[in-house]
């Protein structure tokens, strides 16, 4: 027995040796840190059009498997061309780690499209792109109409969209990487920059596998709920994706309305609010530290915030006569949690008109653009500036303000018995700088494109928090195919700037800018 397991031993590290080899040691490809992890995200799309393909083969509805397969098919042999003629070299600085993460979201919305307009049923492939840029950054705004009559195939591959950006492919990305002796942690520093970085483990590939682990248990829970609501398998398994991703994307028009159903809407608006709280937390329960939730702050605040603004936003419907009481408290909760955690669902219907929070009176849709901009817990999956940043702005406006009027003072900003430092400080303060600023330009120019004030800067907001729905004509019961092309694709730029919270893509710009200027320079020198 000592001798085959010393043998097993032993044909492991041959193979081990034999894939570093194959995949890094390769002297006839080019080194590239960015192309290499692009490649690995591209074949785990693979996996998820495959399951596409394999619903639409079995559904009567449509014939859109050759659409599906032909999308699975160039999305394999592009991450195989780069995983193969590419390598990785044993240290990433920022730059590329910063680059790899935007390349990689974006090359996944190209071929994450490829499907979709192979299907025929978005026409363009402008139109195909934003509806895969709306997915993989877990958006839910959509130019699908009518969506009902789709192929069951190419809708599910919309919901699976979702599920992959909730968590992010970078997450799974390096659960390889350190197989191959490159680490990781870098990446998902990238992915899901919050204050500081709160490891599950201490290697990257056991973090990242349980935190994958933990998203598939919450899918399948959420799965098991929408079944014993009532819903078909197919009906539950779409929703659960797009629920526990905090995507908004549904295979009807009226989304959840389409059910016109509490039980459902319960159970979607528990699934949005666990989607949006911190898989650190979730994970330290799990693991028997349950309390982990009551002496989390930014938790804390984060169920405040949602239960102050279902009870606003009712009593306003209601004492305006927009519904009943009970239907107005419905409609709060559906609402708020929907934006509260950039859900993006609607629940909205012939039956229930009260449910398109865009008919609400003005001093509730007031009280929802600041849960737009706010989203759910750092580390969840949903988008928006997340709860604890906004926690640490006030208390950094606080000090400041107690520092003006007590210039000796030392105050310092504390999360529970934690001060922060000022680097973190500046960076989120930047972070938020950044935001408002990308909200307003947005908003001038999505106007200057012929959209009322409300529309555009509900929508610029909407794209940068990855919410989905906006106010205006662009609400719960409308799409996005109010906004004309020119517009569509600064909303698409939105998506992917608020998915990778700004700095991956300016971090990115800035980078070929200053290349560009120094290349100008040896040009001018010569």
């Known amino acids: ?46 996996p998820g059009m495959l399951i596409a393909t394999l619903v639409e083969w079995g559904s009567s509805t449509s014939n859109h498997e050759a659409a599906l397969g032909m999308g699975a098919l160039a999305t394999l ?19 590329s780690v910063f680059a790899a993460v935007a390349w990689m979201w974006i090359c996944s919305s ?97 973090t990242a596998r349980r935190l994958w682990g933990l998203y598939g248990g919450i899918t399948a829970a959420i799965a098991v709920a929408l079944l014993i609501a009532g819903l078909s398998l197919y009906d ?43 898989f650190t937390l979730h994970w330290r329960a799990v693991s028997g530290s349950p309390r982990a939730y009551g002496r989390s702050s930014e938790f804390r605040t984060y169920l405040i915030v949602i239960f102050a603004a279902v009870v606003l936003t009712s009593l306003l419907n209601w004492l305006n006569d927009l519904s009943s009481l009970s239907n107005s408290l419905r409609n709060g909760i559906f609402g708020v949690v929907t934006l509260g955690t950039s859900g993006g669902f609607g629940n909205a219907s012939d039956a229930n ?8 009176t003005p001093g509730a849709q007031a009280l929802l653009l600041p849960l737009m901009v706010l989203g759910g817990m750092t580390g969840s999956t949903a988008g928006g500036l997340k709860v604890l940043r906004a926690q640490v702005m006030a208390k950094y406006m606080r000090v400041g303000l107690l520092r003006v009027k007590h210039p000796q003072v030392v105050a310092r ?11 973190v400080l500046q960076r989120v303060a930047g972070l938020v700088a950044l935001y408002a600023l990308s909200a307003l330009l947005a908003t001038l120019v999505l106007a200057a494109l012929g959209e009322d004030l409300t529309t555009s800067s509900s929508a610029a907001i909407s794209a940068l928090s990855n919410m989905g729905p906006a106010l205006g004509d662009a609400g719960p019961t409308s799409n ?14 939105l998506m992917l700037i608020g998915r990778l919270e700004f700095f991956a893509i300016f971090l990115v710009l800035v980078s070929a800018f200053e290349r560009t200027r120094r290349v100008s320079r040896v040009r001018l020198r010569r």
Do not use: C
Not at 77 to 95: K, S
Not at 480 to 493: E, K, N, T
């Open 1 to 46: 027995m000592t001798a085959v397991l010393s043998a097993g031993r032993r044909a492991r590290a041959v193979a081990k040796r034999a894939v570093h080899q194959l995949l890094v040691d390769r002297p006839w490809n080019v080194t590239s840190r960015v192309w290499f992890v692009v490649g690995l995200g591209l074949l785990f799309l693979v």
């Open 77 to 95: 042999a592009a991450g195989t061309l780069l995983v193969t003629f590419t390598r990785l070299d044993d240290d990433m600085p920022p730059v």
């Open 110 to 206: 190209f071929f994450g499209a490829l499907p979709l307009w192979f299907s025929g049923e978005l026409g363009s492939f402008d139109k195909a792109l934003f509806e895969a840029v709306s997915g993989i950054t877990a958006t839910g705004s959509t130019v699908l109409s009518p969506i009902e009559g789709t192929g069951r195939g190419v809708l599910m591959w919309r919901q699976i969209m979702q599920w992959y950006g909730g968590m992010g492919m970078v997450v799974l990305a390096v659960t390889i990487l350190p197989f191959l002796g490159v680490g990781g942690l870098s990446l998902i520093t990238a992915e899901a920059p919050g204050p500081t970085t709160d490891r599950l483990a201490h290697r990257v590939s056991s």
């Open 236 to 278: 539950a398994v779409a929703h659960a994706f797009t629920t526990a991703g905090t995507g908004g994307f549904s295979p009807y028009d009226h989304s959840i309305g389409h059910f016109d159903s509490i039980a459902v809407e319960a159970v979607i608006v528990v699934g949005m609010l666990v989607g949006g709280v911190s």
């Open 353 to 360: 008109p009260g449910g398109d929070f865009a008919a609400w």
């Open 413 to 423: 900003v504390k999360l529970g018995q934690m001060a922060v430092s000022e680097p």
């Open 480 to 493: 996005f195919l109010v906004f004309d092309r020119p517009a569509r694709a600064v909303l698409m730029a």
